[in-house]
């Protein structure tokens, strides 16, 4: 079984548009967080939740609202999609504070 | 804020040289350090870590040493193989901080 699962693996989607990528962790993690790459392989946190609380809302465009129904899920949801936000979108867990995240195998969106 | 600093890539060596990756990093009080890597085509997983200073932390043959002198925790190996082609990562996290801060990674390439 996988750990940490992401739909879609890839999607491509034309500039306006509104699309979801959804995230499950089976690890019984209480911490979940979604990261972006960009192109040159640059790491940069959006968003964590912890028990389905949002901690970090790093300094992300409105457009993007995180959504947790549950621990083991954390669904990041994009308004009106921009060229710039063409890049890999990665969830991650992690359990207690060990500082080992679980990453997905992420999600790669582009904007045409 | 906090950093962390990492030697711009890429990296290419032939197999069984020494690979040293630099890393060095800005932060306040003591933090914990962390060595991720991501193979092709996957998502990071956790290489190896130090959470005070002198710590080493060692696995698959790598190691890094948490020196807080020279606030650095260079990666090194003593003899690549072709299998350790990946990209790494360097991160650090202060403690009772849900913020696990990211290098910009280092593209490794290992030839035979």
């Known amino acids: 079984d996988t750990a940490v699962s992401q739909t879609p693996k890839y999607l491509v989607t034309q500039m306006g548009n509104d699309k979801s990528i959804k995230c499950e962790q089976n690890l019984g993690h209480d911490t979940m967080y979604w990261y972006k790459q960009d192109s040159k392989k640059f790491l940069k946190i959006m968003f964590s939740y912890n028990n389905k609380e949002l901690i970090i809302n790093e300094t992300v465009p409105n457009r993007f609202s995180p959504k947790s129904p549950d621990k083991a899920h954390l669904n990041l949801h994009i308004n009106s999609l921009e060229l710039g936000d063409s890049a890999v979108y990665f969830c991650?867990?992690?359990?207690?504070?060990?500082?080992?995240?679980?990453f997905g195998e992420g999600s790669r969106l582009t904007v045409l | 804020g906090n950093s962390v600093t990492q030697m711009e890539g890429p990296v290419t060596l032939s197999e069984e040289a020494f690979l040293t990756i630099n890393c060095t990093y800005t932060?306040?009080?003591?933090?914990?350090l962390f060595w991720y890597v991501q193979y092709p085509g996957e998502g990071l997983q956790l290489l190896l870590k130090a959470t005070k200073a002198d710590d080493k932390g060692s696995n698959k043959g790598f190691e890094a040493t948490y020196r807080k002198e020279t606030t650095s925790f260079h990666l090194e190996k003593g003899s690549v193989q072709v299998s350790d082609s990946a990209v790494y990562f360097c991160?650090?996290?202060?403690?009772?901080?849900?913020?696990?801060?990211f290098g910009a990674g280092t593209r490794l390439t290992v030839k035979p």
């Open positions: 932060a306040t009080g003591y933090p914990s």
């Open positions: 991160a650090l996290r202060q403690v009772n901080n849900n913020d696990m801060r």
């Open positions: 991650a867990s992690e359990g207690g504070r060990t500082g080992e995240l679980f």
